[in-house]
């Protein structure tokens, strides 16, 4: 007599504790899974509407300045520290872990034009309508002690930015002129002219430490290299950029705000057309900055609200706004790629996550196996009209729906009138030719 027994290893099964969890044994043979692509699909779909409900963005809102919020100060080793500066002339020093001011002072008279941190953390650098460059520690004063810059250094040129190397002891502002400074003397280093009025927004590349950007009030941007004596390149737009960021991960790589509410993405290497134009905003575009990654970033509007682009596409995947939020001045990304910080004009720092639906506090180990599974299913789907639907939903408020109405009935207009006056060239007449709107007028070497 032939008995068959069932053997199996306790291994296999049993807990070696009672908080272990249960293993339970599982067969991949597709021919046992008929239905797992459906299956896939229906988890895809919930995980694409959990998003949305749970894409909460706001987390906190960080009052105390008496006027309007002008420029933000990312310190570069501590993630907790942010410095803002003011339409009054006052900076503040916010403790973001405890969303409370540490530290705030009157830097200058009248506007706070730029405001940046040294290499090392250990000043900062503001700059103001005065016409002074003032440095101050990054360390609050002991108990008793007066807050004092440092030390001062006049300009002979109004200033309207600064911007601080990564790599070395050195600094570059803009106004009438850009100057190249270095942070142990008080005369600029090297003084650099193209024939431009205002020179606004100025930024070091991150990667290529060497060169460095303007945007200026002739619509055009120009390039230098603080190696040369001359500046590099310069390209005229057809309205005036407001500010630039440098791509952190691709150094070539640089996007501009726009008054004509787009952003243009250019590669320094072909400047005769933009790499990428990114539309959606309905209003001057003000401000942008980029993540730590290099893949998204932040723009601020003067439409009251702030979007954030994928860097490779059009349109943004997510548009961030509140009730009371004015005019958006300024934005930042926070080096650990979790939040983005808004300044505007009802003198409010608004603190958002970078990702909606994110889950802030400490996560277990079995969640972010089950998130990652849950962005991988949406992002296999990502193109079923369902599910592709219910993703790019947004909430807008209304002066923006309008307005965005409004610009697609311009540019559906625009389409017929070229499509008419092609016909008119193939059938032989002479049409009548508008002007179509480019992008990039001339580049200048």
């Not at 008793?144 to 309207?160: A, Q």
């Amino acid at each position: 007599m032939k008995v068959k027994m069932i053997s199996r290893n306790p291994d296999n099964y049993v807990r070696e504790t009672k908080e272990q969890q249960h293993k339970m044994p599982r067969n991949y043979d597709p021919s046992l899974h008929p239905l797992e692509g459906p299956r896939e699909y229906v988890r895809a779909l919930n995980a694409t509407k959990l998003d949305r409900v749970f894409a909460k963005p706001f987390v906190a809102n960080l009052s105390g300045h008496r006027d309007g919020v002008a420029c933000f100060g990312k310190h570069p080793k501590q993630l907790s520290s942010l410095a803002t500066g003011a339409y009054d002339g006052e900076v503040r020093i916010w403790d973001l872990a405890n969303r409370t001011s540490i530290r705030h002072f009157v830097a200058h008279d009248g506007f706070v034009r730029g405001i940046t941190y040294t290499r090392n953390g250990e000043q900062i650098f503001t700059v103001g309508d005065d016409k002074t460059i003032k440095v101050w520690k990054a360390q609050a004063p002991e108990i008793g002690d007066e807050e004092e810059p440092v030390n001062t250094i006049l300009s002979r040129y109004g200033l309207h930015g600064i911007s601080h190397n990564r790599k070395e002891n050195k600094f570059a502002t803009c106004g009438e002129v850009c100057a190249i400074w270095d942070e142990e003397h008080n005369d600029p280093l090297k003084t650099l002219k193209w024939g431009v009025d205002t020179l606004h927004t100025i930024s070091y590349n991150p990667v290529e430490t060497d060169i460095l950007a303007c945007c200026a009030s002739d619509r055009s941007i120009i390039l230098y290299d603080q190696r040369e004596a001359q500046p590099l390149r310069k390209v005229v737009l057809t309205m005036k950029s407001n500010k630039l960021a440098w791509n952190p991960m691709e150094a070539f790589n640089f996007t501009v705000a726009n008054e004509d509410c787009n952003l243009y993405t250019f590669d320094t290497r072909k400047l005769q057309t933009p790499l990428k134009v990114h539309f959606d905003h309905v209003s001057a575009v003000t401000d942008v900055d980029y993540s730590p990654t290099g893949k998204e970033f932040v723009s601020a509007s003067y439409d009251k609200t702030v979007r954030i682009y994928n860097a490779h596409h059009s349109h943004s995947r997510d548009i961030y706004h509140t009730k009371r939020m004015q005019h958006v001045v300024c934005v930042a990304w926070s080096l650990d790629n979790r939040y983005v910080f808004s300044g505007s004009d009802e003198m409010n720092v608004r603190m958002w996550k970078a990702k909606a639906s994110e889950k802030l506090g400490v996560i277990r180990p079995r969640e972010r196996v089950n998130f990652n599974y849950q962005e991988a299913l949406k992002h296999k789907y990502a193109a079923h009209p369902q599910i592709k639907r219910i993703a790019r939903h947004r909430q807008v408020p209304r002066h923006v729906l309008n307005a965005q109405k409004k610009m697609r009935t311009v540019k559906e207009k625009e389409q017929v009138k070229e499509a008419n006056v092609r016909n008119h060239s193939k059938k032989g007449k002479v049409p009548y030719v508008s002007e179509k709107k480019k992008h990039v007028l001339k580049e200048e070497v």
